[in-house]
């Protein structure tokens, strides 16, 4: 009897030793599982933050490539419309500094945020409008306007790529030259090709937005 007795409470020990140990089995399974959890959540959290920036940071460079297109373009266009009024006035030397101003902003043009094709196209478009630039900047009157036929072809095809933030409107003279287009900013006529002598010789071809 009390063999069987001393049994039991060893069998009894034995249970209750097996039962604690399994506990902190599962305690330190669970708390495994806990930070395995918690690092999982936090690298998670960093891949997500880390996204977040790379997107914020590439939103920021398309900004800029963007901002800096668009000054770019928008110079050149300022100072083609300087030369235009100057050459509506018949004031040589304004139009002659108009066109040194228009050769410099060429010259700094930068192409880098367009497409490799664009690129190309505006390369080309670039050295033909600052070699007419340049002409104006040394010539007389009758010179100028003849350069500046072509060089308002030459604008007229880069702002067909760049695009532009304000209502231009290409206006046509059929007299001058067998006819001839510019740009303008103002919808009304004032024709750069003979000044005052047909000052609103002209009609608006379209508009470009």
């Known amino acids: 009897m009390k063999h069987l007795r001393t049994v039991t409470i060893l069998l009894a020990v034995a249970f209750v030793g097996l039962t604690v140990i399994s506990c902190k089995d599962s305690k330190k399974e669970d708390s495994n599982d806990a930070m395995h959890s918690n690092l999982s959540t936090n690298e ?21 490539d963007s901002s800096t297109q668009n000054s770019s373009a ?38 880098s945020s367009y497409t490799s094709e664009q690129q190309k196209e505006l390369k080309d478009i670039i050295a033909d409008a600052k070699e007419h630039a340049e002409h104006i900047g040394k010539s007389e009157m009758d010179h100028q306007r003849e350069h500046f036929k072509i060089l ?58």
Do not use: R
Not at 164 to 192: H, I
Not at 201 to 208: A, D, L, R
């Open 44 to 64: 998670a959290e960093m891949n997500h933050d880390e996204t977040m920036d790379s997107n914020t940071m590439n939103a920021s460079n398309d900004m800029m």
């Open 74 to 111: 928008k110079q050149v266009v300022l100072d083609y419309m300087a030369l235009k009024d100057a050459l509506v006035e018949t004031n040589k030397d304004e139009a002659a500094q108009a066109g040194k101003k228009l050769e410099s902003t060429l010259n700094s043009f930068n192409v």
């Open 152 to 209: 308002s072809k030459d604008i007229m095809d880069m702002v067909a790529i760049t695009g532009t933030e304000t209502t231009l409107y290409q206006q046509f003279c059929p007299m001058y030259d067998k006819g001839s287009a510019w740009l303008s900013m103002e919808k009304e006529v004032n024709n750069p090709y003979y000044g005052s002598k047909m000052l609103h010789c002209g009609t608006v071809q379209k508009e470009i937005n």
